[in-house]
């Protein structure tokens, strides 16, 4: 019971406290894919401008609850352009896929050596936002991973009722299932799909935001993190919004709880060889598409 208690149970809600964020961005991931059919590269890039826009909101007086407000706001017209000016062209194109995934690559590479000329090299961590720490039920828990918790877990609970309860939410699956037919029924389809990338930028932004005092602010954080983001859109069914949430909370509680009786160094091989046993088990991952489940 002591071990439980004081080892393994604060062990997974630190990994849930992570989780959470993961799906975040995971979110923006399987939207954009699940709808406009893009693999976006450049969505840890996103994350990592979130954070350092945070960084600079905070070092100019804002508080962190304004900056998680903000930043998401801030993102959107960011997000909107990228998809206007640049995957739009990509997404019309014959080989759509091969040419937004070099081109979202090049964005990467770009935006992390903008954000290093930027802000230099150096690792900068802001100051945790919520300080102390909870007792429950005997398990200590630092303050800010529970308000992680319970602000990752609602904002997520609302993303999953705005594609799936409201009538924007239907505009965006049915776009998703069949463009055509949507036009035809006087959707919006363009403007659809600059809004919802738009929307996933802003969520890897938020990420980024809730991620920075826990794992600090440097210009390639986007890289690590978007790998474990891609491994849960790809466990849990590229387009699933559902499968994402799942996959989240499965792998990294994997990550966890593993890294108590082996060497953390091979947490991430663990979570990678579970997503090539998917794959070579059921390929589509656990769920499908927006539109289809």
């Known amino acids: ?30 939207i954009i894919f699940g709808l406009l059919d893009v693999i976006n590269m450049a969505h840890g890039e996103f994350y990592a401008i979130g954070a350092y826009t945070g960084f600079v909101l905070l070092g100019a007086g804002f508080s962190f609850w304004a900056v998680i407000a903000l930043v998401p706001i801030l993102m959107l017209p960011l997000g909107y352009a990228v998809q206007r000016f640049l995957v739009r062209r990509a997404f019309n194109s014959g080989d759509r ?13 770009i935006v992390a050596d903008l954000l290093r000329m930027g802000f230099g090299p150096n690792t900068v961590r802001p100051e945790t936002p919520v300080k102390g720490g909870l007792e429950l039920l005997g398990i200590f828990l630092p303050a800010y991973r529970a308000t992680l918790i319970a602000l990752g877990s609602a904002i997520i609970a609302a993303v999953y009722l705005l594609v799936y309860r409201t009538s924007l939410g239907a505009m965006i699956r049915a776009a998703a299932y069949d463009r055509n037919m949507a036009a035809s029924l006087g959707v919006p389809v363009e403007r659809v799909y600059s809004a919802t990338f738009a929307f996933g930028v802003a969520l890897a932004g938020l990420s980024g935001v809730l ?42 509680q994997i990550q966890a709880v593993s890294s108590l009786f082996i060497s953390p160094v091979w947490s991430d091989p663990i979570v990678f060889g579970i997503m090539v046993l998917v794959l070579m088990l059921r390929p589509q991952g656990l769920f499908g598409k927006i539109g289809y489940a």
């Open 211 to 252: 991620l920075s005092p826990v794992f600090s602010v440097f210009p390639t954080m986007g890289h690590d993190f978007l790998v474990l983001a891609f491994t849960v859109v790809i466990v849990g069914g590229l387009g699933s919004i559902k499968g994402a949430v799942l996959a989240g909370l499965l792998l990294t």
């Open 97 to 109: 896929h091969t040419l937004s995934l070099l081109l979202t690559l090049g964005l990467s590479m």
């Open 1 to 30: 019971m002591e071990y439980i208690q004081f080892v393994l149970a604060p062990q997974m809600l630190n990994g849930l406290s992570f989780g959470v964020s993961v799906i975040l961005m995971a979110l923006g991931l399987t």
